[in-house]
């Protein structure tokens, strides 16, 4: 790592819990790890039940007050909130490269994208409008007006550890809602700074609350907790269902991003140039790990040895790298080794069962987390990464 994380101001260590920066009651701490290094950067706080309880319980008391604020007096925080995420773009962009391995400029990038969420939420508040609905009795008026919900909660995955926040965070406190946050355990550093900026923005405390550590306990009480009334979730389609499983049986609002397979679909008409650029950018971006990655890229016959030509080109011209030591890295490592085995696993079965490799098809010589960038062609729906996401640098060609 070329900078020192734990020398940046908004390096946090410790939860965030009614305003107050608070370790574990048992003192226990996680060990956060490089993922293009392996070495350690940090630690968070190892917190639990008790400490998820403390959380739900400060931001249930931090609710009416944050409810009886005007929209505008809310939007006034959150702008300032948002104007503090944008000067400090730098140190949140090296935390998050720190912590998920992701290349600086595309951290850079994301920083500013999940500011956008806290601008725009901000104004959406303002227009939260009610209706007036016509009575079919003379005497009787018939309005409707819009509540904030109350307590909400937010668990968040490590692929966008500060735009996945921000989006979840925005929409609850424009309305009026408070939040107990759970970043992943892999990249809590880019939570807990945001909730640095906050309390610089004059957040009353309790209205965001960042719990990091043991995710079934701190999840159970989130879906359990009567004060918890929406919970959200951006991750794996198993944990999603469990987590509304839970949350069905207190009859609470759940909003749920889950896992996917998306496909990318290229006719004998097609721009090749455009489409190879919309598949870079589609599979590539954050090194395959993204929740609306290609995963199955369809080429009709016409095209396809043209595209894939060109697509090899350039996927063999992508510099990969440490994402905060080497300028100009377009594919940084996987988030950690589970990642990096599972898209080996993937390409090995693939080729097994006849996929000829394009380009890659085998761990980086940097080692470690790293994969090299693959392009893969005659695939087939026996093939796992058919029916799983692979997460990582690899593109199906299917004609």
Same mark, same amino acid.
């Given at each position: 790592m070329s900078f020192d994380l734990k020398s940046d101001r908004l390096y946090r260590s410790q939860a965030f819990i009614g305003g107050q920066w608070r370790d574990a009651l048992s003192g226990a701490r996680d060990d956060i790890f490089d993922p293009a290094t392996g070495d350690k950067i940090g630690e968070a706080a190892h917190m639990g039940a008790a400490e998820a309880t403390q959380a739900v319980e400060a931001a249930k008391a931090a609710f009416p007050a944050w409810r009886a604020m005007t929209a505008d007096e809310r939007a006034e925080i959150m702008m300032a909130w948002h104007d503090l995420i944008l000067e400090n773009k730098t140190s949140l962009a090296q935390i998050m490269t720190a912590e998920c391995g992701k290349p600086l400029a595309q951290s850079e990038g994301e920083v500013v994208y999940g500011a956008?969420?806290?601008?725009?939420?901000?104004?959406?508040?303002?227009?939260?409008?009610?209706?007036?609905?016509?009575?079919?009795?003379?005497?009787?008026?018939?309005?409707?007006?819009?509540?904030?919900?109350?307590?909400?909660?937010?668990?968040?995955?490590? @692929?966008?550890? @500060?735009?996945?926040?921000?989006?979840?965070?925005?929409?609850?406190?424009?309305?009026?809602?408070?939040?107990?946050?759970?970043?992943?355990?892999?990249?809590?550093?880019?939570?807990?700074?945001?909730?640095?900026?906050? *309390?610089?923005?004059?957040?009353?405390?309790?209205?965001? @609350?960042?719990?990091?550590?043991?995710?079934?306990?701190?999840?159970?009480?989130?879906?359990?907790?009567?004060?918890?009334?929406?919970?959200?979730?951006?991750?794996?389609?198993?944990?999603?269902?469990?987590?509304?499983? *839970?949350?069905?049986?207190?009859?609470?609002?759940?909003?749920?991003?889950?896992?996917?397979?998306?496909?990318?679909?290229?006719?004998?008409?097609?721009d090749l140039d455009d489409a190879v650029e919309e598949v870079i950018a589609s599979k590539f971006r954050n090194s395959g790990q993204t929740c609306v990655c290609a995963n199955r890229i369809f080429v009709q016959s016409g095209v396809f040895d043209t595209f894939s030509q060109k697509l090899v080109a350039r996927v063999e011209a992508f510099k990969v790298g440490h994402g905060d030591s080497d300028a100009g890295v377009d594919i940084g490592p996987l988030v950690n080794k589970a990642g990096a085995d599972k898209v080996a696993r993937h390409v090995e079965d693939a080729i097994a069962k006849g996929a000829k490799v394009l380009t890659g098809g085998a761990r980086h010589s940097l080692g470690g987390n790293f994969y090299q960038p693959t392009v893969l062609q005659d695939v087939n729906t026996s093939m796992q990464m058919a029916s799983e996401e692979t997460f990582g640098p690899v593109a199906p060609l299917y004609r």
């Open positions: 956008s969420f806290i601008k725009w939420f901000a104004d959406e508040g303002k227009r939260t409008y009610g209706e007036t609905i016509p009575a079919k009795q003379r005497d009787r008026r018939i309005i409707v007006t819009k509540e904030p919900a109350g307590v909400t909660a937010a668990i968040t995955p490590w @692929n966008f550890p @500060n735009a996945c926040v921000t989006r979840k965070i925005a929409p609850a406190l424009g309305a009026g809602c408070t939040q107990v946050v759970k970043p992943a355990p892999e990249t809590p550093f880019s939570a807990l700074a945001l909730a640095v900026l906050a *309390q610089e923005a004059g957040m009353p405390d309790g209205v965001l @609350n960042v719990v990091t550590g043991d995710a079934p306990a701190i999840g159970g009480v989130l879906t359990s907790h009567p004060a918890v009334q929406v919970l959200t979730f951006t991750g794996s389609t198993p944990v999603g269902k469990l987590l509304a499983e *839970q949350c069905g049986r207190h009859v609470k609002k759940t909003s749920l991003e889950l896992g996917g397979n998306a496909p990318f679909i290229v006719f004998d008409d097609a």
